[in-house]
Nanobody
Framework: QVQLVESGGGLVQAGGSLRLSCAAR????????MGWFRHAPGKEREFVAA????????NYADSVKGRITISRDNAQNTVYLQMNSLKPEDTAIYYC?????????????????WGQGTQVTVSS
């Protein structure tokens, strides 16, 4: 089992940047694929980005490609989400999630463990 704690959210103007962090506690963080999802008011929780446990494979939602980068530091048990050129439509609660599957998935129901979320608000 793994516990996840997100941080780094906040209020930023459009065009600005934020880096979210997700610290993991528990066994074998390096064996988990990690994902970031977001939930905006009135919308379903959606996939943002994911990274394989090895760090060598990543996947991004089309809406964030070129603006957002996922990375991980297995020595620090942390996964990051660097968000640049932020837009008002990026406003949401951002959640990290962990999955021990062999493949990298984008579907939220494939992820077993979730953090409590961190709010990102982008003003226009």
């Amino acid at each position: 089992q793994v516990q996840l704690v997100e941080s780094g959210g906040g209020l930023v103007q459009a065009g600005g940047s934020l880096r979210l962090s997700c610290a993991a506690r528990g066994r074998s963080f390096s064996s988990y694929n990690m994902g970031w999802f977001r939930h905006a008011p009135g919308k379903e929780r959606e996939f943002v980005a994911a990274i394989h446990w090895s760090g060598t494979i990543t996947n991004y939602a089309d809406s964030v490609k070129g603006r957002i980068t996922i990375s991980r530091d297995n020595a620090q048990n942390t996964v990051y989400l660097q968000m640049n050129s932020l837009k008002p439509e990026d406003t949401a609660i951002y959640y990290c999630a962990a999955d021990q599957s062999a493949r990298l998935f984008t579907a939220r129901n494939r992820y077993d463990y979730w953090g409590q979320g961190t709010q990102v608000t982008v003003s226009s």
